[in-house]
């Protein structure tokens, strides 16, 4: 353990863009992050599933599927089910091993029966209702028990492609988000929808914050934009070359103006300045790894998939990846955020050179 005994370093990849690869970024991270002795817990909270589809066997979704209502379920919805029968207070559950140090908490299609009534949860949240703000607050609160009867180093959670009131207490509740940027006209113009949602969501927290009683649960509600991951990959069959391309200079002004300048303006602490280039690293195309991996539910460089120099590679750009956030986590935490890029990169070398 290296971290906090109260609480683990949460993190969100996020871009509200589908398909940028949230989940596979996420996975691969924490099992990088396993493989350098961290204790992770990955939780699939967007209600596709994906993640949990890439880690499990069908047949098992199935049965947690199934169980997932009784007192012995053991997804997330079990776990925020009786806050949506009123009760406002969420049930522990035991998360599954994947992996030595990785665990996983289930998704469920049920989610989204959860994210209809937290529009409700943070309009009351406004109004004081200590029901709501625990409501609110509820998957945080189910992080913050597992930990505590088995200590994580860290917690990742997986979001679906959307600005939802899921996503919003999500984010809400992590230390620090990535994000994953293709070179496509919609995931880039997805920046400025996430700066401004994003700036929205703490200007409502912190209102949430000042005002409400005393013993109210709070989301932590600083999420710091530790940096962003350009992704170049194949979609739907075809390759993104015939499309609109960005340059990676582009996409680095873009994650500038759109997130890093905004978040500033609430405070110093949640985005590197202009100078430093929060580039995490790049994923290049690696469909072979990436689809063995899927199938065999195992990081993409054990993968029985591509050549041992591609999974070499993988294997590095993950450690490399890994290695950043614990700088940005370990010690200094969000100060280490205005410290200076490492390991990022020259900026002038365009998503061309990857492959676009
Ligand atoms: N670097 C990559 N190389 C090849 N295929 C990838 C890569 N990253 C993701 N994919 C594939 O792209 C699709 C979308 O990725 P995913 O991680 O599910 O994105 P998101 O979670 O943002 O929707 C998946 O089918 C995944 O297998
Ligand atoms: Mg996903």
């Given at each position: 353990m290296v971290y906090s005994p109260e609480s683990p370093v949460r993190i969100t990849l996020f871009?509200?863009?589908?398909?940028?690869?949230k989940t596979t970024l996420t996975t691969n991270i924490a099992f990088a992050l396993a493989e350098m002795g961290r204790s992770v817990l990955l939780v699939d909270?967007?209600?596709?599933c994906n993640l949990t589809a890439s880690l499990l066997p069908d047949e098992q979704i199935d049965d947690l599927l199934n169980q997932s209502?009784?007192?012995?379920g053991q997804t997330i919805w079990t776990a925020v089910s009786p806050v949506v029968h009123d009760t406002r207070v969420g049930r522990l559950v035991e998360p599954i091993s994947v992996e030595s140090n990785v665990k996983l908490l289930p998704g469920d299609i049920r989610l989204f029966e959860f994210e209809e009534l937290l529009h409700d949860f943070w309009k009351d949240s406004l109004k004081r209702r200590l029901g709501a703000l625990r409501a609110t607050a509820s998957i945080s609160m189910l992080v913050s028990q597992i930990h505590r009867q088995s200590p994580l180093d860290y917690v990742f959670y997986d979001t679906g492609p959307n600005i939802g009131a899921l996503n919003r207490v999500l984010l809400l509740d992590s230390d620090f988000f990535v994000v994953p940027v293709t070179c496509d006209l919609y995931s880039v113009r997805a920046l400025a929808t996430l700066g401004k949602a994003l700036a929205k969501w703490i200007f409502d927290a912190e209102t949430i914050a000042a005002i409400a009683p005393a013993d109210a649960e709070l989301l932590?509600?600083?999420?710091?934009?530790l940096g962003y991951v350009p992704q170049r990959f194949k979609v739907y069959g075809r390759s993104m070359a015939a499309e609109r391309c960005f340059d990676l200079r582009e996409v680095k002004n873009r994650i500038h103006t759109d997130i890093s300048k905004v978040l500033r303006e609430f405070s110093h602490n949640l985005a590197p300045p202009?100078?430093?280039?929060?580039?995490?690293g790049r994923f290049e195309d690696m469909a072979p790894l990436v689809l063995a991996a899927q199938r065999e539910g195992v990081a993409i460089w054990e993968s029985?998939?591509?050549?041992p120099s591609l999974r070499a590679t993988a294997r590095r750009t993950f450690h490399g990846i890994a290695r950043r956030i614990e700088q940005a986590a370990h010690?200094?935490?969000?100060?280490?955020?205005?410290g200076p890029a490492q390991?990022?990169?020259?900026?002038?070398?365009?998503m061309s050179a990857l492959g676009c």
């Open positions: 871009n509200p863009k589908g398909g940028v690869g909270s967007d209600p596709q209502n009784g007192s012995d932590r509600s600083t999420p710091a934009f202009p100078s430093v280039d929060p580039m995490l029985s998939g591509g050549t010690g200094a935490g969000k100060r280490a955020l205005s390991g990022t990169g020259a900026d002038d070398i365009r």
